[in-house]
Structures are given as structure tokens and as C-alpha cells.
């Protein structure tokens, strides 16, 4: 055993002794004493050989060896890539550029939300958020879509897993942010003037044009002697401060549950100028939102009275005006998250 100790002795005062000049030098080290070959491996290996009324003593000071190489390779590191004791240092160029801090970027979809709210904003509307997961009533029912409505179907819907004992509301993935115009009419008296920005669900299968998720900016005013005119000039500002003084609108009757009379919006396709593309399918028009006056039912829902009050609504997507101000013509780039194409709205604000 004898031996045993002045190996240790000696292996010890090699590794006091022990100076790297650099960080190979360093996993050099770390390989000859720790690794799964190293000598502090073949030393605690001699414990098989201690007669047992020694084993105790032995394994004590084996063990404190290991302590003291370990401890060694800890300091090594920690004076980074040189020891402590080490004359050696690390010459530094100091007049070399530094490395270059790459810069984020605002997603393009945030930006061109962000503008709109700030359009509306300068209308007087006030921005409210709600819930990503709703209830049903939220989502469609107090949207004047009752259970059976065939109109639910324009819209696929993701719906949550009922609890095993079936009670509680019908929760669902909301599909459009009409459900946040729904929270506020219910704590909220008219005059009420909100924009409701937000991520929406529906049960879609990924392509270039469809998503499983996107976003929308939907608008609510409700005062009294709140006309169609109303809309119209809201939205044709919009369109304007959004795209320039040149785009043309267009209003097309539709059905929406909650708005009656409905209408669709199309701007002239700023791609083609109205000569007729893909994006505008060959008509020089291109849709971009739903709008129409809230339904009396609607009003009603909230104990507003349709008999005083009126109002306006609107719904469109923030995916589709992005397509149309920067050209991106697949809808899956918003949420690949590929760098080459969000550092292309590097500096936008
Ligand atoms: N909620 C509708 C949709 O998501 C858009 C809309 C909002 C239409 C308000 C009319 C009025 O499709």
C-alpha cells in the first residue's frame, strides 16, 4: 500500500504543478486525470486491492485525490483558457472591429398590426383584447349564431374537449375576434368605439392561402345615429392611410349573422394595378374585410336598445393586408420563422 500513497504523492504534485497555455491544454488535462481512462479512474481502481481493515483509510484519501483533481480542472477553466499560476496571456488585438451584434427585427405581421391599430387609434378607437380560448356563447351565440345556424360552418371550428361528466360551457378555439367586441358590449354602455386585434383559430389545412391560425383587426362603434356612411368613410380612411390616396374601394353586399345589411370591401390590387394577377385572381379587385351595422339581435344580447342606438362593425385579416403592402405570397413564411425572411423587415418600424 506503501506504493499506492507515494504514487498519489507524486500524481498530486504534478497536477499542482500543472500550467496550460491554452484551452486544449485544458481538455488535455481534463482527459489524462477525468476520463473514463484517466489516472484518477486507474487509482480509485485500486481500491479493490486494499485489505479490508484499510479500506476505510484508503477510501479516504483516494477519495480527497479525486477532490483535488477535480478541483484543479474546475480552477483551470474558470481562469478561462490559462491557468491561474500561468505567466502565459492572451494577446488581444485591440483595434480589431468588434463582432457584429445581429439586430432583431419586428415580425411583418406585428408591424402592419400595429399600424392599423394606430390608424384607428387616430379615429378615436380604443384597442381591446380578450381570450384565444372562448365560449361558445363569446364565439357565436351572442353573435347571433345559435347552435343549429347553418353560418357556423363558414367557419371550421376547433373545439375543446368536453369535461367526462359533459357539463359547463362549450369551449372552443376563437374564430374570429368578434368575440372580444362580444366581452365588451357586456360590460361596456354605448358610446363604445374598440378595435380588437388578436390571433384566431380555425380547422383548416395548411397551404400557401389557408392557415390553421391567423390574425384580424375587427372594429366595433356603437352610438346613436351611427349610419352606413359611417362605415364606409371609417373604413375608405383606413384604406387610404394604409395604402395611399390612389387605391380605389368597392362595396359588396353580403350576409354576415351578426350585421345587417352586410358588405365586403375590395381595394384595387396594388400588384397588378388593377390590370389583372394572380393575387386578384384576374379581376383587379382584391377582398379585405367583412363589415356591415350590427344586428338589432346582437344589440339586444346586451340589453342595448337597437331602438336608440346603432353601430357598425368590421372584421379583416391582418395575413391578407400584409400580403397586399409587402407581396409575401405564401401564408406559411409568417410562421416558419426562416431568418432570411424576417430579416428583410429588418429597420421597418
Ligand atoms: N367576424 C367576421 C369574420 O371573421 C368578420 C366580420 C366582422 C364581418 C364584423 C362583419 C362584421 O369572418
Given at each position: 500500500?506503501?506504493?499506492?500513497?507515494?504514487?498519489?504523492?507524486?500524481?498530486?504534485?504534478?497536477?499542482?504543478?500543472?500550467v496550460a497555455?491554452?484551452?486544449?491544454?485544458?481538455?488535455?488535462?481534463?482527459i489524462?486525470?477525468?476520463?473514463?481512462?484517466?489516472?484518477?479512474?486507474?487509482?480509485?481502481?485500486?481500491?479493490?486491492?486494499?485489505?479490508?481493515?484499510?479500506k476505510k483509510?484508503?477510501?479516504?484519501?483516494?477519495?480527497?485525490?479525486?477532490?483535488?483533481?477535480e478541483?484543479?480542472?474546475?480552477?483551470?477553466?474558470?481562469?478561462?483558457?490559462?491557468?491561474?499560476?500561468?505567466?502565459?496571456?492572451?494577446?488581444?488585438?485591440?483595434?480589431?472591429?468588434g463582432?457584429?451584434?445581429?439586430?432583431?427585427?419586428?415580425?411583418?405581421l406585428?408591424?402592419?398590426?400595429?399600424?392599423?391599430?394606430?390608424?384607428?387609434?387616430?379615429?378615436?378607437?380604443?384597442?381591446?383584447?380578450?381570450?384565444?380560448?372562448?365560449?361558445?356563447?363569446?364565439?357565436?351565440?351572442?353573435?347571433?349564431l345559435?347552435?343549429?345556424?347553418?353560418?357556423?360552418?363558414?367557419?371550421?371550428?376547433?373545439?375543446?374537449?368536453k369535461?367526462a361528466?359533459?357539463?359547463?360551457?362549450?369551449?372552443?378555439?376563437?374564430?374570429?375576434?368578434?368575440?372580444?367586441?362580444?366581452?365588451?358590449?357586456?360590460?361596456?354602455?354605448?358610446?363604445?368605439?374598440?378595435?380588437?386585434?388578436?390571433?384566431?383559430?380555425?380547422?383548416?389545412?395548411?397551404?400557401?392561402?389557408?392557415?390553421?391560425?391567423?390574425?384580424?383587426?375587427?372594429g366595433?362603434?356603437?352610438?346613436?345615429?351611427?349610419?352606413?356612411?359611417d362605415?364606409k368613410?371609417?373604413?375608405?380612411?383606413?384604406?387610404q392611410?394604409?395604402?395611399?390616396?390612389?387605391?380605389?374601394?368597392?362595396?359588396?353586399?353580403s350576409?354576415?349573422?351578426?350585421?345587417?345589411?352586410?358588405?365586403?370591401?375590395?381595394?384595387?390590387?396594388l400588384?397588378?394595378?388593377?390590370?389583372?394577377?394572380?393575387?386578384?385572381?384576374?379581376?383587379?379587385?382584391?377582398?379585405?374585410?367583412?363589415?356591415?351595422?350590427?344586428?338589432?339581435?346582437?344589440?339586444?344580447n346586451?340589453?342595448?336598445?337597437?331602438?336608440?342606438?346603432?353601430?357598425?362593425?368590421?372584421?379583416?385579416?391582418?395575413?391578407?393586408?400584409?400580403?397586399?403592402?409587402?407581396?409575401?405570397?405564401?401564408?406559411?413564411?409568417?410562421?416558419?420563422n426562416?431568418?432570411?425572411f424576417?430579416?428583410?423587415?429588418?429597420?421597418?418600424?
Open positions: 500500500m506503501e506504493d499506492l500513497l507515494k504514487q498519489i504523492e507524486q500524481y498530486k504534485q504534478e497536477i499542482d504543478g500543472f497555455k491554452a484551452a486544449d491544454e485544458v481538455e488535455q488535462f481534463r489524462k486525470w477525468l476520463g473514463t481512462k484517466g489516472l484518477v479512474k486507474a487509482v480509485m481502481g485500486e481500491m479493490k486491492n486494499v485489505p479490508n481493515e484499510q483509510q484508503f477510501g479516504q484519501i483516494l477519495n480527497e485525490f479525486k477532490l483535488f483533481a478541483a484543479k480542472f474546475e480552477a483551470l477553466q474558470a481562469s478561462n483558457d490559462v491557468s491561474g499560476k500561468s505567466s502565459a496571456k492572451v494577446l488581444i488585438d485591440q483595434s480589431l472591429p463582432d457584429p451584434v445581429s439586430v432583431g427585427s419586428r415580425h411583418p406585428s408591424l402592419v398590426k400595429n399600424e392599423m391599430v394606430s390608424i384607428f387609434k387616430r379615429l378615436g378607437f380604443v384597442v381591446a383584447e380578450g381570450p384565444e380560448i372562448e365560449d361558445d356563447w363569446h364565439n357565436f351565440g351572442a353573435m347571433n345559435p347552435e343549429d345556424h347553418p353560418a357556423r360552418d363558414m367557419q371550421d371550428t376547433f373545439y375543446i374537449k369535461p361528466d359533459g357539463n359547463g360551457p362549450t369551449w372552443l378555439l376563437r374564430t374570429h375576434t368578434s368575440s372580444v367586441q362580444a366581452r365588451v358590449m357586456e360590460h361596456q354602455k354605448p358610446p363604445i368605439r374598440v378595435i380588437c386585434p388578436g390571433r384566431v383559430y380555425r380547422n383548416e389545412t395548411i397551404s400557401a392561402r389557408a392557415h390553421c391560425f391567423f390574425h384580424q383587426v375587427e366595433l362603434y356603437i352610438d346613436e345615429n351611427v349610419s352606413f356612411a362605415l368613410q371609417t373604413l375608405y380612411f383606413f384604406v392611410e394604409m395604402f395611399g390616396k390612389d387605391v380605389k374601394v368597392r362595396f359588396r353586399p350576409y354576415f349573422p351578426f350585421t345587417e345589411p352586410s358588405a365586403e370591401m375590395d381595394i384595387s390590387c400588384i397588378c394595378e388593377g390590370k389583372g394577377c394572380n393575387i386578384c385572381k384576374h379581376t383587379g379587385w382584391v377582398e379585405i374585410l367583412g363589415s356591415g351595422m350590427v344586428h338589432p339581435k346582437v344589440l339586444e346586451f340589453g342595448i336598445d337597437p331602438n336608440k342606438y346603432t353601430g357598425f362593425a368590421f372584421g379583416m385579416g391582418v395575413e391578407r393586408i400584409t400580403q397586399l403592402k409587402y407581396q409575401v405570397n405564401d401564408l406559411r413564411l409568417y410562421s416558419q426562416d431568418v432570411r424576417l430579416k428583410q423587415f429588418t429597420g421597418v418600424v
